[in-house]
């Protein structure tokens, strides 16, 4: 089995076209979603209508959730993407499950238990990335029986194998990369072999100037500047 993965489209579609243009070269049987699929000041209702058309297995994460449920200090930027939407779009948005299973693979957003722990990667106060460590890794797992689980959120790409052989693999963000300086659109393929599981994390070179001329147009230069150097922004996980 060969199964494309990605996830934190956060409404750009330019990175997201990028991705499946990539992806369709790739031969894989399956392609699936993590979540956080609408949040960003680029076009939010084109990303919901492309991903309605392709009908992908999905799971929701906590920004799909906000836009739904709405919460008591609303973050502007969800409040965009809510208002950007059509009644068929929100639907489709809400009728996404949190969790998800292909086979031997597990689907979550954040953790297998949260859509809004950061699982392998953690970003501190200063908003510098650091490797979580195998321990606490491990403790997420506890329970989930696959041979591998897939999560996104920390827009961070990350492969490691748990110590009793399962492998986590976080695909990192297609339309917004954080704090580590690859503004590419990021996505992962992972591949059932003869002895366990190959990973591999991509990195595809897209038009960032146009999303970055998305995001001003909607007034968010810090956005735009996010999705050119692909450093800023750890605050809006
Ligand atoms: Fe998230």
């Given at each position: 089995m060969k199964l494309a993965v990605l996830s934190?489209?956060?409404?750009?579609l330019h990175a997201l076209d990028a991705v499946l243009e990539d992806i369709a070269g790739q031969g894989v049987d399956q392609t699936v979603a993590l979540g956080d699929f609408l949040s960003g000041p680029y076009d939010p209702a084109g990303v919901a209508d492309r991903l309605m058309a392709l009908d992908l297995q999905s799971v929701r994460g906590n920004h799909d959730r906000f836009i739904v449920?709405?919460?008591?200090?609303?973050w502007e930027i969800d409040v965009l993407a809510r208002n950007a939407l059509s009644a068929a779009q929100k639907d489709w948005l809400a009728g996404i499950p949190a969790t998800g299973r292909v086979g031997d693979v597990f689907l979550c957003h954040g953790t297998p238990s949260s859509d809004m722990v950061l699982w392998l990667t953690g970003i501190d106060d200063d908003g510098k990335a650091f490797y979580r460590s195998q321990e606490s890794i491990t403790r997420e797992a506890e329970g989930v029986e696959a041979e591998v689980l897939l999560c996104g959120h920390t827009h961070i790409a990350r492969s490691l194998r748990l110590g009793d052989g399962r492998l986590v693999v976080n695909p990192g963000s297609v339309g917004m990369p954080l704090a580590i300086g690859s503004p590419a659109a990021h996505y992962a393929i992972i591949e059932k072999m003869t002895h366990g599981w190959r990973s591999s994390l991509i990195a595809v070179p897209y038009d960032n100037e146009a999303a970055a001329h998305q995001a001003l147009d909607h007034g968010y230069p810090t956005w735009a500047d996010s999705v050119r150097s692909g450093w800023s922004l750890p605050w809006a996980l």
């Open positions: 934190d489209v956060h409404g750009n449920n709405g919460r008591k200090d609303d």
